[in-house]
């Protein structure tokens, strides 16, 4: 008898681990109160959480999840770094796949999840609300946790960097919309929702990780805060990269992470330090020289649950904030591991793009009573990308409804100029000026598109975190100063890149991408600072239907959101 219960057991966990199964949850979208650095706030938050629920499912898995807005504001919900296989319509961000969900409304997000693992998360994707509706999506092998290509850790956690504001964060974003500037810069940075005991009237607000002497731990950790990158370190410890953006990395050994908004990284950490106390820091890494920011350090604490200790924890050495090297060591180090059956880097480039990314000036808008002269804005080979406010470019591009957008994004800057020369673009200021337009770029199914991504230095340079939606790119190069073809193509790694959703393209540099565009439908690309994103620097890949019913985009769902 025990032994056929065991028989049924194990075939219950075999068929567990490898049916797809359906993973469904109900985000309530309203309003919570929280205490935070002395003070009483309303967020807006997902099911009564701060951060919100976490998502887990195993690849192949079906994710239906029901977001009702019982929220003052428009809605969207984002599921950052999933494919979306003919889903684009579940995709989420605003305008571009959808119309947001009005207070009162709902919309159902159903999606497969197909040949990715490891660490994504969901945001919300209209205005500055990703602020506060966030959380994680880990995605384990079909196989469950013995499918990792690296032993099976003892624990699993999720740290999740953001970014919090004593103010409402709307009105800290119309206050800039309105003047045309920087919005104001954030009061803490958090682990899990807490900024930590470094923080005023934070000691109960301190993230905790308590670990077992000799156990590994799995670091799931995201960045999710809006307009800053980071430095991440555990004194007395050291890391084992094995995966970033949801793909797997050959083991990569440091003390110290550097993670941009919109990337993950896991990392192994074995509890083998002397039993004490340590803390977990984050810092932010400011690539932009001479600007005021948030330099507040957010921490947790790893206790030993051995160590009897109560002395204070030990805290680790952080980088400057403005370690550029040790950031650019970071990113530039990772390899990425092709397992059999994986996608390796197409070779015969179909599209060859050369953009430049940055900042620039624009005409003051309508919305934009206190804005003086020119307003801050950004582009992409100088469009500076401007919202539809009549239809998602979804919606048009699958009803065929003109007058939305053009598909006439330029695969070229309008200039050649000498990109990361300050003192060059300072003395030809017309450099700064830059154009609105609702341009995409279309591209045929199944198409390998390039893209060189150059920085600008005009009105100074910055680290921009470039994402893509709808696909994870191959990260074939990156470099500093301007991209030159006849010598850099010869460092391109054609056979184990890293695969990312989000590239961090260096400071005063450049970086390659390349991926196959076999999902159709509308993908945005954009920085992952909010703040750019909101100045426009933006694209969308329009990309075609294939020739048969499985590579065409089907219809939208019935509940599908329009303006
Ligand atoms: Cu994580 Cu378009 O976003």
């Known amino acids: 008898m025990a032994r056929l219960l065991l028989l049924v057991c194990v075939l219950f966990f075999v068929g567990y681990g490898v049916n797809a199964a359906v993973v469904e949850h109900t985000f309530n979208v309203g309003n919570l109160t929280v205490q935070r650095l002395c003070e009483s706030r309303i967020i807006t938050a997902v099911n009564g959480k701060f951060p919100g629920p976490t998502i887990h499912a195993h690849e192949g898995d079906t994710v239906i999840v029901h977001v009702i807005n019982n929220s003052p504001y428009n809605m969207t919900i984002h599921w950052h770094g999933i494919f979306q296989l003919l889903s684009g319509w579940a995709d989420g961000p605003d305008m571009i796949t959808q119309c947001p969900v009005v207070p009162g409304n709902r919309y159902t997000h159903k999606f497969n999840i197909t040949g990715q693992e490891g660490t994504l998360w969901w945001h919300s994707h209209i205005s500055i609300l990703r602020a506060t509706v966030y959380g994680a999506l880990i995605i384990r092998p079909r ?102 953006d949801a793909s797997y990395t050959m083991p990569y050994t440091t003390d110290v992470i550097a993670i941009a908004p919109g990337q993950t990284v896991d990392a192994l950490m074995v509890a083998n330090a002397p039993p004490a106390n340590y803390y977990m820091a984050a810092i932010p890494y400011i690539s932009a020289a001479n600007i005021i920011f948030d330099n507040t350090t957010t921490t947790g604490i790893v206790r030993y649950k051995s160590s009897p200790s109560k002395a204070p924890p030990i805290m680790p050495s952080m980088p400057a904030f403005n370690d550029t090297p040790t950031a650019n060591q970071f990113y530039s180090s990772l390899l990425g591991l092709i397992k059999p059956g994986m996608q390796t880097v197409p070779l015969d480039v179909d599209e060859h793009m050369f953009v430049t990314i940055g900042l620039g000036l624009a005409p003051c808008g309508p919305n934009q009573p206190k804005c003086q002269g020119q307003a801050l804005a950004a582009s992409m080979n100088n469009v500076s990308f401007q919202f539809p406010t009549k239809m998602s470019l979804l919606e048009a591009h699958y009803k065929n409804i003109p007058g939305i957008y053009t598909s006439d994004f330029p695969n070229n800057p309008p200039i050649t100029f000498d990109y990361t020369n300050a003192s060059a673009i300072a003395a030809n200021p017309a450099l700064q000026s830059t154009a609105k337009g609702t341009r995409l770029k279309r591209v045929k199914y199944n198409a390998t598109v390039e893209m060189v991504l150059q920085n600008t230095a005009i009105l100074g340079i910055e680290n921009h975190p470039m994402h893509l939606h709808g696909y994870n790119f191959f990260v074939l190069a990156q470099g500093l100063g301007n991209y030159n073809a006849s010598s850099d193509v010869k460092k391109y790694n054609l056979v184990h890149p890293q695969l990312r959703n989000t590239v961090a393209v260096p400071a005063g540099g450049w970086a390659v991408i390349r991926f196959r565009a076999d999902n159709p439908g509308v993908w945005i690309m954009h920085c992952h600072l909010d703040v750019h994103l909101t100045w426009g620097l933006v694209t969308v890949f329009e990309v075609e239907n294939g020739p048969t019913p499985s590579t065409t985009l089907p219809p939208p769902p019935p509940d599908y959101p329009t303006c």
């Open 143 to 244: 196989s469950g946790t013995h499918g990792y290509p690296f032993p099976k850790p003892y624990k699993e956690v999720p740290i999740m960097i953001g970014e919090w504001w004593n103010a409402n964060v709307v009105d800290v974003e119309n206050e800039a919309i309105q003047s045309g500037g920087a919005p104001n810069i954030s009061d803490a940075f958090t682990i899990n929702g807490q900024p930590g005991d470094l923080c005023r009237c934070s000691s109960k607000h301190t993230y905790k990780l308590e670990v077992v002497q000799g156990k590994t731990y799995m670091l799931r950790i995201i960045n999710a805060a809006l307009n800053n990158q980071h430095f991440y370190k555990v004194a007395g410890h050291t890391f084992t990269i094995v995966a970033v």
